[in-house]
């Protein structure tokens, strides 16, 4: 079972900048896929950001269009920890903020693939 909590979110104007925690635990978290996914008020939950080990000290990181460029995810695996570090935030980024975790080294963007979830952090962008 892995556990993950999200911290970071909070109220900002436009243009501003977050940055998410996503702690887990786990003995094997250096190869588990870890997602960024965000739900606005009466829309699905959409991928946002993931990232999945490639092999030897490598990872390979994948974006929504969205974010490309805005958003960058990255992981401490010594303190089994990912972040999402989102910059020159938009009101159109609002939504609560979920990380997820799978067990594997492949990925996907759909919510449904991953069994850990966190409880999600809220991220208002205010214009």
């Known amino acids: 079972q892995v556990q993950l909590v999200e911290s970071g979110g909070g109220l900002v104007q436009a243009g501003d900048s977050l940055r998410l925690s996503c702690a887990a635990s786990g003995r094997t978290f250096s190869t588990y896929t870890m997602g960024w996914f965000r739900q606005a008020p009466g829309k699905e939950r959409e991928f946002v950001a993931g990232?999945?080990?490639?092999?030897?000290?490598?990872?390979?990181?994948y974006y929504a269009d969205s974010v490309k460029d805005r958003f960058t995810i990255s992981r401490d695996n010594a303190k089994n920890t990912v972040y999402l570090q989102m910059n020159s935030l938009k009101p159109e980024d609002t939504a609560v903020y979920y990380c997820?975790?799978?067990?594997?080294?492949?990925?996907?963007?759909?919510?449904?693939?991953?069994?850990?979830w966190g409880q999600g952090t809220q991220v208002t962008v205010s214009s």
């Open positions: 997820a975790a799978r067990g594997t080294t492949s990925w996907s963007t759909d919510p449904s693939w991953y069994p850990y």
């Open positions: 990232m999945r080990w490639s092999g030897g000290i490598s990872y390979r990181a």
